[in-house]
C-alpha cells in the first residue's frame, strides 16, 4: 500500500501522483479534491479525508473507499468498479453510470441515480443505507437502485418527486411508501417473495461493508417501483 499526503494538493498534482504511485494507494489529508482517480482501473484507493465533486468519474474497474463523507456527484459516468462511502454523499451520485456499484452507509442528496443506465451485461448498482433528497431515479433508464432508510427517525425516506421521468431499470425502497407521491408513469408496489430475494442480495453486500444484520433489515416492508411499460420514452432510450 502507497501512501500518499495530499494536503494542500490540487487535484491535478493528486493524480499525478496517483498515476505515478505504483500499486494500491491510501491518501492521506484529503479535503476537497475534485476528480479523484477519474478514468481509474484495476487499483484500489482509500481516502482518508472528504474528497470533492465527481469523485470515480468515469472509473473502469478497481476500487474506492471513503472512510468519510463524499461531495457531489460521485460514480459520474462510471462504467466499472466499485465505490465506497463510510458516511454521506452530496447530490447527483451516479450521474448517468453506466456499470459498477455504489454503496453508501449513510444518505445522499439530490437526484442520486439521475440518467442511471444499463446495456446487456452491464447492470450499474447503488445502495444507499439512509435517505436521499428530491428527484431520487431522475430520468432513470435503467439499474438498481436501493434505499434502506437506516437510523432516518421520522424522516421520508426520499425527497419530492421520485424517479420523475424514469423510463428503465429498478428501484427497491425500504418502506410502504403511503407517504411518497410518485408520478404517473412509474408503477409503485409491494414487493413479491422474489424481489425479496433479489433485494436480499443487496442488502447483504451492504452488511458486509458496513454491519448490520441481513435480517433484522429485511425484516421490513419493501416497496418496488419500476417505469411503465406504456411510458413512450422507453423505446427512446433503453437499449433492449
Known sequence: MVLIDVNGLDFKAVNEN?????????????CGQRFIAAGMSGRAITIEGVP??????????????????AQDAVGDTMNEGKIVIHGNIGDAAGYAMRGGKIFVKGNA????????????????????GGSTGSFLGEYQAGGVIVV?????????????FPCTGM????????????????????????ATAKELDE??????????????????????????????????????????
Open 52 to 69: 470533492g465533486n465527481a469523485l470515480g468519474a468515469y472509473l473502469n474497474g478497481g476500487e474506492i473507499v471513503v472512510n468519510a463523507n
Open 199 to 240: 433485494v436480499r442480495k443487496y442488502v447483504a453486500q451492504y452488511c458486509e461493508l458496513f454491519g448490520g444484520d441481513v435480517d433484522s433489515i429485511m425484516d421490513s416492508p419493501f416497496t418496488v417501483v419500476t417505469p411503465d411499460s406504456k411510458n413512450p420514452y422507453k423505446q427512446m432510450y433503453v437499449a433492449n
Open 109 to 128: 442528496g439530490y437526484r442520486a441515480g439521475i440518467h442511471m443506465k444499463a446495456y446487456k451485461e452491464k447492470v450499474p448498482l447503488m445502495v444507499i
Open 18 to 30: 496517483l498515476r505515478e504511485a505504483k500499486g494500491d494507494c491510501r491518501l492521506t489529508g484529503c
Open 148 to 160: 434502506l432508510g437506516l437510523d432516518i427517525g421520522n424522516k421520508k425516506i426520499v425527497g419530492n
Open 167 to 190: 423510463h428503465g431499470g429498478k428501484m427497491f425502497l425500504r418502506s410502504d411508501c403511503k407517504d411518497v407521491k410518485f408520478p404517473s408513469q412509474v408503477t409503485a408496489k409491494k
